[in-house]
């Protein structure tokens, strides 16, 4: 049974930074892809970030510069480094993966992953 876990989220003022964390237990996951979404109130999930497993990686237009994904293997992490955070940045934020190999139009898709945690939320106050 694979299970992934967020940490890192909280309140932080605009202009600031957070990072969150996922890690994976149950199996072996260093080839998987790993990507985070998030979810706004009144709002569809939606795509932030993916790194796949060659370490490409590609993010959302309305995090681009801002965020960044990144891989720990060894620990079986990934993390969202999150700058310049803005209030519509609010959400719970989810990690998500995948054993096979997506296309950039796949990633973006909620359906197309395997495993989610639980979610971390993150406000960011004006």
């Known amino acids: 049974q694979v299970q992934l876990v967020e940490s890192g989220g909280g309140l932080v003022q605009a202009g600031g930074s957070l990072r969150l964390s996922c890690a994976a237990s149950?199996?072996?996951?260093?080839?998987?892809?790993r990507a985070w979404f998030r979810q706004a109130p009144g709002k569809e999930r939606e795509f932030v970030a993916i790194r796949w497993s060659g370490g490409r990686t590609y993010y959302a237009d309305s995090v681009k510069g801002r965020f960044t994904i990144s891989r720990d293997n060894a620990k079986n992490t990934v993390y969202l480094q999150m700058n310049s955070l803005k209030p519509e940045d609010t959400a719970v934020y989810y990690c998500?993966?995948?054993?096979?190999?997506?296309?950039?139009?796949?990633?973006?898709?909620?359906?197309?992953?395997?495993?989610w945690g639980q979610g971390t939320q993150v406000t960011v106050s004006s």
């Open positions: 149950g199996r072996t996951f260093s080839a998987a892809t």
């Open positions: 998500a993966a995948v054993t096979r190999v997506l296309t950039t139009a796949q990633a973006m898709g909620v359906a197309e992953y395997s495993y």
